[in-house]
């Protein structure tokens, strides 16, 4: 009996070191978010849009074609677009970017001297939507109609 329990109690102990190494292993393999890539009809209107509206700033990029433009949009995180769309099309909102601001009633502000226009997650034009964890947001369109939320959480 007695070496039954000790059997048991290193099946026990070699399971959870295993468990502990198989943890470990996995500790470095957490992906992060590198970059969004963007396929665009109008490469021009749409870097207008992400840098005059958005207020993104544009950082080197690799190709020098003429076909991308790459934003800054964390610390390690970019936004790429790339030229070559056929067209443009519909876009659902529940496929979008996000953002955060510190201070969404002056980026709605900001919208509203550039005359973009902007609605609630319901479609209700200049409405903000309160989430239930209290974070206010709002939904605009860039010039090809991808939708973007911007939010005021402060994570």
Not at 64 to 90: C, E, F, M, T
Not at 92 to 106: E, M, R, W, Y
Not at 107 to 124: C, K, P
Request: glycine share 6%; with cysteine.
């Amino acid at each position: 009996m007695k070496s039954l329990a000790i059997a048991i109690f290193a099946i026990l102990l070699c399971s959870g070191q295993s468990l502990f190494a198989q943890k470990n292993a996995m500790a470095g393999m957490h992906p992060t978010l590198n970059h969004i890539a963007v396929y665009v009809f109008d490469l021009q209107k749409q870097a207008d849009f992400y840098h005059d509206v958005m207020y993104l700033d544009t950082i080197p990029e690799p190709f020098h074609d003429g076909k991308h433009v790459w934003y800054r949009i964390g610390p390690h995180s970019q936004l790429h677009l790339i030229q070559g769309a056929k067209a443009v099309k519909n876009h659902d909102i529940n496929t979008h970017i996000c953002f955060s601001v510190p201070n969404l009633k002056a980026f709605i502000e900001h919208l509203s001297n550039l005359g973009v226009a902007y609605q609630s997650w319901t479609g209700e034009k200049h409405g903000i939507t309160k989430r239930q964890d209290g974070v206010q947001q709002i939904y605009l369109q860039d010039t090809e109609g991808n939708w973007i939320e911007v939010n005021d959480d402060r994570f």
